[in-house]
């Protein structure tokens, strides 16, 4: 593991870096903005210029093919392999833009403002438990939940598996959002990958020919142009949609409160004028950004910087450091509810920008006007604040409050 001052990412290990990664990023920011980290092996990019480089000219086609891993002596891995490499998030042009094209025939704007007010009776069917309590731990209560049930109904599934597919979604995450090397995590991925795919398998095989049965009937039949996906292009996107749709949503809802709690004055603010409610979720997102990292390969040899990358070398855009350069953002540090012109990178950008950001907006903009509206003089309770030990995905294992 790296000393303390060798300039790392690898520090995110540390629990005081995880509690605040912010000073390590200025430091890589200032110190050295294009920097090889020696520990990961990979170009560490942490301005938002850069970043925006990286996320709209570099591949997105990082992982290993299953061939690769056999050769690497790690076939064990492969079933993991085969499902990322079908997955939107790991391609490029023009097998990505493909599957994007017909994801979005399903997935379309209408279908995700159907959802809000039907959204709003989630969030206060679960504030409705605990509210005689006086307390709750948003996370387990409210924030693990939420986007867990909003899942399954979307995907028109029973409601009652949004406790299995929050569990799946944990375990895949480990893969997303980690990049230290972890080999008794991999039984947990694959056992859980294989519950999945039969899961997922039979769930589109019964919605082969309905279309109005949910996400899953509408991609299992969406056809764009004659084109139409096979059933593991549907499985695999569904994972990734259901992955990439659960555990960022419960960070967002998890580190935004407690950014508020945390700032009085501004939570007052926001209780004064509700209709601040979409900036405010803006500003949550690039202040304490639910996904903190994502990975790209040189495309060919290049400057960036005054660094000179070679082509297949791995990339780590940071975009919650990103997110706090002073070169975008007047004051980054400052939490400012109603900031404005602020085109953060929290849902990335360019080709693979966010797909459920749509969503997901709409998911932090009724927990919080909930939230607030329901729980007056919401305040922490005393003790640690702990963060999950997944270094993409930066969120909280429990945040514990109590309100009148
Ligand atoms: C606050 C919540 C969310 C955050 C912060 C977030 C963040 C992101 C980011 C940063 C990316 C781009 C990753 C990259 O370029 O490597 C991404 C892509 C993606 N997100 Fe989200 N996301 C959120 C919610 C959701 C939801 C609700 C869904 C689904 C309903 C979803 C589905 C996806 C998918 C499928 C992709 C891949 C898009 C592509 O490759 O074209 N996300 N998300």
Known sequence: ????????????????????????????????????????????????????????????????????????????????????????????????????????????????????????????SLIDRVLDRGEMDVIADFANPLPAIVTAEMFGLPREDHVKL???????????????????????VLHSLEEMLTYFRGAVRRRANKPDEGLVGALATAEV???????????????????????????????????????????????????????????????ESPSQH???????????????LRKGQAVIAVMGAANRDPERYLDPDRLDLARPDNRHLAFGWATHFCFGAPLARIEGQVAFERLLRRMPELRLRPGPITWRANLGLRGLTELRVEFS
């Open 166 to 188: 929050k569990t799946w979604s944990e375990d895949f995450a480990e893969m997303l959002g980690n990049f230290q090397h972890n080999p008794g995590r991999a039984t947990n």
């Open 294 to 308: 994502t990975a790209r390969l040189v495309p060919e040899d290049l400057d960036l910087g005054d660094r000179h």
């Open 225 to 287: 142009d004659g084109d139409r996906l096979s059933e593991d292009e549907v499985v695999a996107n569904l994972i990734v949609t259901m992955v990439g749709g659960q555990e960022t949503t419960t960070n967002l809802i998890g580190n935004g409160l407690l950014t508020l709690l945390r700032h009085p004055g501004e939570l007052e603010r926001l209780r004064e004028d509700p209709s601040l409610i979409p900036t405010a979720v803006e500003e949550l997102l690039r202040f």
């Open 1 to 124: 593991m790296a000393d303390t001052g060798t300039l790392s990412l690898y520090h995110l290990l540390d629990p005081e870096v995880l509690a605040s990664p912010y000073p390590l990023y200025q430091r890589l920011r200032e110190e050295d903005p294009v920097h090889w980290d020696p520990y990961l092996h990979a170009w560490i990019v942490t301005r938002y210029a850069d970043v925006v480089t990286v996320l709209q000219r570099f591949l997105g086609s990082r992982t290993p093919t299953p061939e690769k891993l056999s050769s690497l002596g790690l076939e064990h891995l492969a079933p993991i392999a085969r499902v990322m490499v079908e997955q939107m998030l790991f391609l490029d042009p023009p097998a990505h833009g493909r599957i994007r094209r017909i994801a979005a025939a399903a997935f379309t704007p209408r279908r995700v403002e159907l959802l809000r007010a039907h959204i709003c009776e989630i969030a206060d």
